[in-house]
């Protein structure tokens, strides 16, 4: 009995060794492609569960291909037997008709490591072109194609620079005479707009003397010269007014519009009213002869 069980295991010793062997395939997805072109290799290892490989990395050496990514699965173990498999993207820039590649799976040991290739995988270079003429012949074609220019921005940024250069220059040149000259349009428009509603209101005021349509007459008036000459104006009384314009008829227009206010007599307001309109006009025309002469000696 005993002579029987060492021949049996001596024939199945072989059987035994091989299901512990390492088996390592690999192969692309597809026999041809074209230059550029994205092609999977597959790289499978069988090995027995105790053991451990490792497959390449990307700083591994794939010319003359180029590894694009790298796409691994979860191990399976069976019965001892594990099975791992990795696809290598990668794209082929290389003219030659066919090239070759296999990759090494490592088997880490104990105080070594082993090397295992699996059979070269071929790869044919598929071309649009079957073939090129000797001769080529040419397509005559008079019509011109555009082509496409690219934007120059060095010129554009010294363009740019020299602009702002010149607006500047001129902004330190002309600078304080751009600014009398819209302040003297600001002083005409305000001329325009305080006329206008002052002639609206007078012309209220001699239809209907009321108190709130004396009181709006005289405040508008007062807010005019105050912006003209900033001077406070609005504080003074009408006597106060007439000192500080040097004007007697200042005060008598004035007055004769508090009349209205206080004591409902609307007596002269037409001339008053009409006197007033004059003296803004002339301290209007004097702001006006000011800006002008200051834009002179400028």
């Known amino acids: 009995m005993g002579k029987l069980s060492k021949i049996i295991l001596l024939f199945f010793l072989p059987v035994l060794s091989w299901a512990q062997e390492v088996k390592i395939d690999g192969y692309f997805l597809q026999d041809s492609a074209k230059l550029g072109e994205r092609v999977g290799y597959v790289l499978k290892a069988t090995y027995p569960e105790q053991k451990q490989l490792i497959f390449p990395d990307s700083l591994y050496d794939y010319s003359p291909l180029v590894l694009l990514e790298k796409k691994t699965f979860i191990s399976s173990t069976i019965e001892g037997v594990t099975s791992d498999s990795t696809i ?51 397509q005559e074609n008079n019509v011109y194609q555009p082509l496409e220019k690219e934007f120059n921005w060095i010129v554009i940024g010294v363009l ?123 301290k209007h025309l004097e702001k006006l002869n000011e800006m002008k002469h200051a834009r002179a000696t400028s």
């Open 88 to 138: 290598y993207y990668v794209s082929n820039f290389s003219l030659e008709p066919s090239i070759f590649m296999t990759l090494p799976v490592y088997e880490l040991t104990r105080y070594d490591s082993i090397t295992h290739f699996p059979l070269e995988a071929e790869l044919k270079l598929k071309l649009t072109l079957d073939s090129i003429p000797e001769q080529p012949v040419f």
């Open 160 to 282: 740019l620079g020299g602009i702002v250069l010149v607006l500047l220059v001129f902004y330190l040149l002309f600078a304080e005479r751009i600014k009398r000259l819209l302040k003297d349009k600001s002083q005409k428009r305000r001329w325009r707009q305080f006329e206008k509603e002052w002639i609206k209101q007078t012309t209220l005021l001699t239809q209907n003397p009321t108190l709130d349509l004396a009181d709006e007459v005289q405040g508008l008036w007062k807010s005019f010269m105050e912006k003209l000459t900033h001077q406070p104006f609005q504080e003074w009384t009408s006597s106060e007014i007439g000192e500080k314009l040097d004007d007697p008829e200042v005060f008598k227009a004035l007055r004769a519009i508090d009349l209205i206010i206080y004591a409902g007599v609307s007596e002269k307001s037409e001339e008053a009213t009409d006197y007033l309109l004059q003296v803004a006009k002339e």
